[in-house]
């Protein structure tokens, strides 16, 4: 598959790249893809939610009536989950959720990823840039040019371009990530996949 190169105006440069079919034009894997996406979210969760039991929970150790004459259950604790303000059953606890994922799933669900937005035209090649400084509204003009001002936009970069990442932090629907951080779910959630020259090159390495 062979992709034309555009510069930050939006207008072709004359130059063409070619696009892997082994990358960009196998036929999606939609399993791997979701062990992907499910390890993504899956490792996005603190896990950090924690109720109080019963042994937890502060309260008076008095009986709290007698035991039998009463006509009702017997209750021998403030801290017992029946009562407003007791302990919690089986509450949930502080946990890992991370998901563990070989290398080559992971690898075959970008690739499907990618297969997947060339089969559909969201891949735009744009000829690497740079900012002098970082400067929102010039970001939004090459969004602009490149007609995706409106959509969910992952610029991926060959390295990390600080000045370039800077500039597209204020905006909600933008995002730009090195071709080393990509992930299955950046790749699916955007709605423009915008690679520049030099993250082309480095993607061919890192699917090798």
């Known amino acids: 598959m062979t992709l034309e190169v555009v510069n930050i105006q939006g207008q072709p440069t004359g130059r063409s790249i070619d696009l892997p079919e082994n990358i960009f034009g196998i036929e999606p894997n939609e399993h791997a893809i979701y062990l992907a996406v499910k390890q993504y979210l899956a490792n996005q969760r603190q896990g950090t939610h924690k109720t109080k039991e019963k042994g937890e929970i502060t309260a008076s150790t008095r009986k709290i009536k007698r035991q039998k004459g009463t006509g009702t259950a017997r209750a021998g604790s403030l801290k017992s989950p029946v009562f407003r303000g007791g302990g919690r059953v089986f509450g949930p606890r502080p946990r890992s959720y991370n998901v563990r994922l070989n290398k080559k799933v ?103």
Do not use: C, H, W
Not at 128 to 155: M, R
Not at 170 to 188: E, F
């Open 106 to 208: 992971k690898r075959l669900a970008r690739a499907s990823a990618l297969s997947g937005k060339a089969g559909a035209g969201e891949i735009t090649v744009v000829e690497d840039f740079s900012f002098e400084a970082p400067k929102t509204s010039a970001y939004i003009n090459i969004l602009s040019a490149l007609q995706a001002e409106s959509k969910k936009s992952v610029l991926v970069t060959a390295d990390i371009e600080k000045e370039v990442y800077l500039s597209s932090r204020n905006l909600r629907k933008a995002q730009v990530v090195r071709v080393a951080d990509l992930n299955t779910y950046d790749i699916l959630n955007a709605g423009a996949l915008i690679l520049s020259e030099s993250a082309v090159e480095k993607i061919k390495e890192s699917m090798v």
